[in-house]
């Protein structure tokens, strides 16, 4: 079965440019997260889709950060403008159905550089 | 709020070493707990998971028990391998719409 699959890999940007990400989730799950993982700490949600539709943004910085899932598969996260403190590990993941009990499975993470 | 303390690191130990990384969390509901570890140069994985109250995961020689009357879930294994090496993440899904609530990584380092 393939994982969840992300790109680019990395990437290093200048401040006030903009940037996107992509990501294929695991074949049949319904539900995608997109997580911040800052160097040192734990990832933190950013925003949660079930199937084509936004479940939680709450923590998703809108004033220049967004998403979209288009056709309930792929995803993208899209910076504009960057900031020096968008640095991070933006990785995504998937899981079934989004329940309690689900495993989320994590792609790779793209390691994103704001200069 | 929802939150989750793990033991700060780095741990080292040495191989065949015993483990224990400590985690506690705050919760609302009955959220599932979850182990995730990160080896270098790799993306997240769940190492074990535990559903609810007295459950116990276990996986590549490690355990964890979800204890409700303390809220934690701690991660030990009886032997540990340079294998090991890596960073683990304690998490639940106690939040809204079961989102993951993460610690914030305990780094261990086994030598040989």
């Known amino acids: 079965e393939a994982g969840v699959a992300q790109s680019p890999r990395y990437k290093i940007i200048e401040k006030r440019q903009s940037v996107a990400f992509w990501c294929n989730p695991i074949?049949?799950?319904?539900?995608l997260y997109w997580y911040q993982q800052i160097l040192g700490q734990g990832p933190k949600l950013l925003i949660q889709?079930?199937?084509?539709?936004?479940?939680?943004d709450s923590q998703l910085p809108k004033d220049r950060f967004s998403a979209e899932r288009l056709k309930g598969v792929d995803s993208t996260l899209k910076i504009q403008p960057a900031k020096l403190e968008d640095s991070a590990v933006y990785l995504c993941?998937?899981?079934?159905?989004?329940?309690?009990?689900?495993?989320?499975?994590f792609g790779p993470g793209t390691r994103l550089t704001v200069l | 709020g929802n939150s989750v303390t793990q033991m700060e690191g780095p741990v080292t130990l040495s191989e065949e070493a015993f483990l224990t990384i400590n985690c506690t969390y705050t919760?609302?509901?009955?959220?599932?707990l979850f182990w995730y570890v990160q080896y270098p140069g790799e993306g997240l994985q769940l190492l074990l998971k535990?559903?609810?109250?007295?459950d116990k995961g276990s996986n590549k020689g490690f355990e964890a028990t979800y204890r409700k009357e303390t809220t934690s879930f701690h991660l030990e294994k009886g032997s540990v391998q340079v294998s090991d090496s890596a960073v683990y993440f304690c998490?639940?899904?106690?939040?809204?719409?079961?989102?993951?609530?993460f610690g914030k990584g305990t780094l261990l380092t086994v030598n040989p």
């Open positions: 889709f079930q199937n084509n539709g936004v479940v939680d």
């Open positions: 919760a609302t509901g009955y959220p599932s």
């Open positions: 074949s049949g799950h319904a539900t």
């Open positions: 998490a639940h899904s106690g939040g809204s719409n079961y989102k993951l609530t």
């Open positions: 993941a998937s899981s079934l159905e989004g329940g309690s009990t689900d495993t989320q499975y």
């Open positions: 535990a559903t609810k109250a007295d």
